[in-house]
């Protein structure tokens, strides 16, 4: 797929701290996130791909790593959550981000979401978790906007993974 050139990311205050970025597969250095970066390149001919188009039995290699994530009403809903992705993050299926909480991180990420999803790109972060059986960790994160299917919801396919300590 050949991208138009990248519109320039906002500033999303509640996500200060992290390395936000348009994903290039130069940058990305999990095995996790090259594979699901190449399936998404892949299948992104003419956009990005349906939801439809991802099997995630065929990526038991990573499933721990993989969420999903689509639109709702108020914000985005996490649909799928692997046990890395529950352990780096805290979160379940069926939290939401909303546009309109009070708490900036939340509200920013909704608000970034959004931004992918108009953008039709995947975006790259990079950044640190304080865990509470680990204390601070460094983690790389992809998500990838899919098309709206049938249903005409948003989604999106992504996947993270801790960063190796130097």
Request: aromatic share 10%; hydrophobic share 50%; glycine share 8%.
């Amino acid at each position: 797929m050949v991208l138009e050139p990248a519109p320039p990311l906002p500033h999303w205050p509640g996500l200060a701290g992290r390395s936000i970025a348009w994903a290039r597969a130069e940058d990305i250095v999990t095995a996790p996130l090259r594979r699901i970066f190449a399936w998404w390149t892949a299948q992104a001919d003419h956009g990005p791909p349906q939801r439809a188009a991802f099997d995630v039995t065929e990526f038991g290699d990573v499933a721990e790593n993989l969420y999903i994530i689509a639109a709702v009403p108020d914000g985005f809903e996490l649909r799928l959550a692997g046990e890395e992705y529950i352990r780096l993050f805290g979160l379940r299926r069926g939290w939401v981000w909303r546009f309109d909480s009070a708490d900036p991180v939340v509200r920013d990420s909704a608000a970034l979401l959004a931004f992918v999803a108009q953008a039709g790109r995947p975006l790259r972060t990079v950044g640190r978790l304080e865990l509470i059986e680990r204390h601070w960790i460094e983690l790389e994160a992809l998500v990838c906007p899919l098309a709206s299917g049938d249903d005409g919801v948003v989604k999106f396919l992504g996947c993270t993974a801790a960063l190796d300590p130097a």
